[in-house]
């Protein structure tokens, strides 16, 4: 359980880092 709760969290962390860093590099100067 333990397992799968990581991955869930290292997915959605992933996702969400991905989102940001696409988003700065977009509006970047």
Excluded: C
Excluded at 4 to 23: C, E, K, N, P, Q
């Amino acid at each position: 359980v333990q397992m799968v709760a990581l991955g869930t969290l290292g997915s959605i962390a992933g996702y969400w880092m991905g989102i940001r860093y696409d988003f700065w590099r977009k509006h970047e100067i």
